[in-house]
């Protein structure tokens, strides 16, 4: 198959990561015979510094006509230390997700199995996890209006969601949870927010047309409690995007590291992968970051093409090298340290 990808490195430690996973990609790609074109373009705050915005029309044409974008991280301490700033990082993923239709972000939280004593939460709690979240990603607080009144001293952010949003992100949801447990959590909160309301009444309405799933509907707290005390109960959640934002940032530290969960969001067109990680700008350039996430995202990109196979050679490797020690320093708890470099140097030597 010949593959034309979208790279976005983006900021702090996201070219580092970026070319571990571009490897390993390479890797398999002579593995099993397949032809990848990569193809750089600027966003966040190395685009701003560059050209002066953060999602550039060249960058857009670059996406669009890709078969999929593979994605680092963006953000910079002097535009996050400034809150007056006219241009920020952030507005140029909001810009992305709306202009490349990538509604629906799929974050899966897993566990391994030699990394289970290395959570934040005990053992008992979290052997067994294996949950993905779909986030709306286009709508919502993120994208309603928003500005100030009253000489700045009063501020306001609307939010806003259409029956035909929750729809197509519900639809998502439920035809994942028919190939998975056949569970599937819509979290809202329906006891305060109309929009929530708008939620749980549009997912009831598509029950009947999937008799097979069994649907539960929870409110966003009491989600974030049982995700701490019994994460391994829930399967397929499906929420909106302020919930979704934080939830799976939550969850994403039941693995042990933030540095190992991958995300793909899906539009009609074209998907982005990426690793839910931030730019984590005080590693830059010290060959300390933990490249996995987004070596795990590129597996999912593999799997969105229906290579399966290539996905999975991945992710064998990701696991020996969990097993084997080779980790980064977030995860050596005390023992040998590798580089960023050498962790992508092993799994693309071992896929």
Known sequence: MKLNIALL?????????????????DAIAKKFGHEITWKPALTG?????????????????VCKNADAVLFGAIGHPKYDNDPS??????????????????FANVRPTFTFPSLLDKSPLKRERIEGTDLVFLRELTGGIYFGEKGRKDNGDTAYDNC?????????????????????????????????????????????????????VEVSYEFVDAVAMRLVQWPNSYDVLITENLFGDILTDEASVISGSM??????????????????????????????ANPMATILSAAMMFENFGLMEEGKAIRDAV?????????????????????????????AANV
């Open 9 to 25: 490195a983006g900021d702090g430690i996201g070219p580092e990561v970026i070319n571990e996973a571009v490897k390993v990609s």
């Open 45 to 61: 705050a190395a685009a701003i510094d560059a050209v002066g915005e953060p999602y550039p029309d060249a960058t857009h044409e």
């Open 85 to 102: 700033a006219p241009v920020r990082p952030e507005q140029g993923l909001l810009k992305m997700r709306k202009a490349l239709g990538l």
């Open 160 to 212: 806003v969601y259409t029956r035909a949003e929750v729809q197509r992100l519900a639809k998502k949801g439920f035809e994942l949870a028919m190939t998975r447990s056949k569970k599937l959590c819509c979290v809202d909160k329906a006891n305060v927010l109309e929009t929530s309301r708008l939620w749980r009444e549009t997912v009831q309405a598509m029950e009947k047309d999937y008799p097979e």
């Open 259 to 288: 540095g190992l969960m991958p995300s793909a969001s899906m539009g009609a067109e074209v998907s982005l992968f990426e690793p839910i990680h931030g730019s984590y700008p005080q590693a830059t350039g010290l060959n300390i």
């Open 319 to 347: 696991n020996k090298a969990l097993e084997a020690g080779v980790v980064t320093e977030d995860l050596a708890n005390g023992g040998k340290a590798y580089g960023t470099k050498e962790v992508g140097d092993w799994l």
